[in-house]
């Protein structure tokens, strides 16, 4: 059971505690959680179950979940898992280019350092291979699509 509000991202000692429930909800994570990733925010006490665990998501048929670190931390504030973005890549004296469109972001982990914020989406393979290679050489961003 959540013993304060959780943000997602790595779960730490002291984030966690034992609850008898009785049932137990289905999938109740009962040990082995410290260290694995939150896919999404709890509220406090909430019991945690396999489905809130990032290895657990389930991707839409023929996707992956690809990491990706957009420059302006800040952008992160301004989508939710479920929003759909496009990521923009730009390279030095070069205009920014769509690298990847109508992609569904799983979960925004908590940044705990000032290089940008990790989020993680929900891609075809070709897309997470063009992702990839964009950031390794240049600087993302993200356009947002309105909810229909």
Known sequence: MATHDLSPGILKPGDLRPAALNPPPSGAVRSGAVG?????????GEPLTDVRLL???P???????????IADADTAQ?????STIGILAAWEGQPAQLVAD???VVTIPKAED???ALIVLATTPS?????AAAQAGGRLSITIKPHP
């Open 59 to 69: 991707l839409p048929p023929g996707t992956v979940a690809a990491p990706v670190r």
């Open 36 to 44: 694995r990733m939150l896919a999404g925010a709890m509220r406090r």
């Open 114 to 116: 000032d290089h940008g």
């Open 55 to 57: 290895h657990s998501l």
């Open 102 to 104: 109508d992609v569904t």
């Open 78 to 82: 301004l989508i939710t898992p479920g």
């Open 127 to 131: 897309q997470a291979s063009q992702l």
